[in-house]
């Protein structure tokens, strides 16, 4: 690797001034305060949209950025998206500078990917999200938090290489001076070089250490240590295992080395299950659609290659169900080191397995090793301390979660999120797997429930598992903590997420007027589960019992997880009371939610509820996304604006009406219909 390191192009700040960045993408060199302030919390479903990602090679580049969002637009004829196809590439840009939380959302390394064929080689952000931190890394991108480097840069001046690996761990540098991931794993397959084990002394241990040191045969581990962890799954999805695959090829090509143990690979095509429905108006190019066709197809013969199982596309239409739904539901054990190419993999962490989410690379890696790499982080304690009331869930709690300050400023990012308390222990594991599912939104590295009774009762009931649970399976009362969060659940209500932002998060009560809504979402990993549609049927059926079915004017999609969730749900006379109250099912798959389904927005002015995860701008569609908890949203779907099931209850339909706030001719009345 180079000693130092000079600009080779230009510089490119991620400004929150459209006019800046326009003027920038149209030839004009800014400095840091002529570009203004920069952008905040990008998150990967801004750097390379939904639409992009079903490219997997160098096709990429043309579309970085593409879905950034600019707040300050008071001059720029553009609009709040500035960054048009191939303007990045064809800027001439070599280094991207932005404000904190850099990379937040997903796990899709087909950002900094496309970052790379763009022409971008160094990265600079205040602070920088986990995964994508890691999958820079991986790729050989150069990283710093210190943003003076960008103005030292663009003055000409030869930055010597370790200024680029100071917040590198050993691990970390070592995969950057070896060019990346590959690189590394060349030497290391080559016997060039020994991957790093903990050396401590015996010592008090949080659960999560407890899991990484018994998988490392090593005594401790401690914050810090840097390792490669073998893991009991790896598994990956249609939208990813492409990316994978050529990575590989790229790194070996003919010569790329067998899969370490092919019966703990698993694949999954769930994500783009649902496209043709929402293509077949016309909305979707031909070549979009063949786009991801081809990603299932690259998949399936990976599969077939490699002796790998995959859970395709049921029979009926859909997927077998939702990855993260799948793995709890059939696969993961308390105490089991699990990693996928998502980055809500952390939803297996409900029963007491550390499951975390990495990019293509990784999982190629992974695929050739048997491990992952990680950096061994501090574990925020989250002890919810008496019940939630009656009506309030675990969405609700997430919501109130995300923003608090510590977790909104991004200073859990990395962190272990294990949850404890009375709250935790009167929920189900479906309840569980939404609180470690979120703790993507987090932007933590594993949310984790230390495996109790009702993971016992779980795993017997749902998969036929007599599980004994191990004394080692708990915190020691001595382990050090990063941070503790006390949350007096108590006096947690129902809550919702404003557009643009999971953390954007509001109390129902403190709504200043009722938002009507064009469309209601039950879907997704987080809100397809058996508890979750349990919610919405006993909403439903209290509409019908008052007269009330889904108002006019809205649609109302519920999707299944699984069809392990459809069956169950027929079998408990919920797809009737479904189809009574006017609701659309859908058969299991992730649709809606990455944009690829129905329930998505078609027109800017579009208002939904959504029990999804995420709501970043553009994600699901053109609209205005809320984020909510499946009883919301079903009560909001009967009502035809947002409202919470017990204040429906409690108030009814027609004293809300004087509250709406009517966005077009005739909604007042649309409202008050209730079908």
Not at 27 to 47: H, V, W, Y
């Amino acid at each position: 690797m180079q000693a130092t390191v000079q600009l080779n192009g230009r510089v490119l700040w991620l400004s929150d001034r459209a006019d800046a960045m326009v003027r920038q993408l149209a030839g004009e060199d800014l400095t840091r305060a002529d570009a203004g302030p920069l952008r905040d919390q990008i998150s990967t479903d801004e750097m390379t949209p939904a639409r992009a990602c079903l490219a997997f090679d160098e096709s990429l580049g043309d579309y970085v950025y593409a879905g950034l969002r600019c707040s300050e637009d008071t001059t720029d004829p553009a609009g709040v998206f500035p960054v048009k196809p191939k303007a990045v590439r064809e800027g001439g840009f070599a280094l991207s500078v932005a404000g904190s939380r850099r990379g937040k959302g997903s796990s899709r390394e087909a950002s900094p990917f496309a970052e790379w064929c763009a022409g971008i080689r160094i990265v600079i952000a205040e602070s920088f999200e986990r995964i994508y931190a890691q999958n820079c890394q991986n790729l050989g991108l150069l990283m710093s938090t210190d943003l003076a480097l960008a103005e030292r840069l663009q003055r000409g001046e030869a930055i010597p290489i370790e200024a680029f690996l100071e917040d590198c761990d050993p691990l970390g540098e070592a995969i950057v001076r070896s060019g990346g991931l590959f690189g590394y794993t060349r030497r290391r397959l080559s016997g060039d070089i020994v991957p790093p084990q903990p050396a401590h002394a015996p010592g008090a241990m949080t659960y999560g250490e407890k899991i990484i040191a018994r998988a490392l045969g090593v005594d401790r581990v401690r914050a810090g240590d840097a390792v490669f962890v073998p893991a009991s799954w790896r598994f990956s999805h249609e939208y990813v295992t492409p990316m994978a695959v050529s990575f590989l090829r790229h790194a070996f090509g003919d010569e790329t080395p067998a899969l370490h143990d092919p019966s703990t690979v698993l694949c999954f095509e769930d994500h783009l299950t649902h496209l043709d429905a929402v293509s077949a108006d016309g909305s979707r190019s031909t070549q979009i659609v063949d786009a991801a066709r081809r990603l299932g197809t690259v998949q399936r013969e990976f599969c077939t290659q490699h002796d790998v199982r995959l859970h395709g596309r049921a029979a009926g239409g859909g997927s077998e169900g939702i990855c993260h739904a799948l793995m709890l539901e059939r696969y993961a054990l308390p105490g089991q080191i699990i990693v996928g190419t998502d980055s809500h993999t952390p939803h297996c962490g409900a029963v007491g397995a550390f499951a975390f989410g990495v990019g293509a690379t990784e999982m190629a890696n992974a695929w050739l090793t048997g491990d992952a790499r990680l950096a061994v982080p501090g574990t925020c304690l989250v002890h919810l301390c008496s019940r939630l009331p009656a009506g309030v869930g675990a969405k609700d709690l997430a919501l109130h979660l995300l923003h608090l300050p510590y977790i909104r400023d991004g200073r859990a990012i990395g962190q272990i999120i294990e949850f404890s308390g009375e709250a935790v222990a009167h929920l189900s594991t479906d309840e569980r797997a939404t609180l470690t599912n979120m703790v993507a939104e987090i932007g933590g590295l594993t949310g984790l429930v230390v495996p109790d009774h009702e993971t016992v009762r779980y795993l017997r009931e749902r998969r036929g598992i007599d599980v004994t649970l191990d004394t080692w399976m708990t915190s020691d009362t001595q382990a050090s903590y990063a941070h503790v969060i006390e949350i007096d659940c108590g006096q947690v209500g129902a809550m919702v997420a404003s557009p643009g932002d999971p953390g954007n998060g509001v109390a129902l009560t403190e709504l200043s007027a009722a938002v009507p809504i064009d469309i209601a979402y039950g879907g997704s990993c987080t809100g397809s589960k058996r508890d979750d549609l349990r919610a919405c049927h006993d909403v439903l059926s209290w509409g019908l019992s008052q007269g009330h079915r889904v108002a006019d004017g809205v649609r109302f999609y519920l999707q299944y997880g699984s069809e392990d969730v459809r069956l169950w749900c027929e079998a408990q006379g919920y797809a009737d009371v479904f189809r009574a109250a006017g609701v659309t099912m859908l058969s299991p798959g992730c649709g809606a939610c990455v944009n690829a389904g129905p329930g998505v927005s078609t027109a800017v002015d579009d208002v939904v509820i959504s029990a999804q995860n995420r709501n970043f701008p553009g994600r699901s569609g053109p609209g205005q996304m809320w984020l909510g908890s499946p009883a919301t949203v079903a009560a909001s779907a009967l009502a035809g604006y947002i409202v919470g099931f017990d204040q429906l209850r409690r108030d009814g339909f027609a004293t809300h009406l004087a509250r709406v706030s009517p966005r077009r001719g005739g909604e007042a009345s649309r409202v008050s219909s209730g079908g």
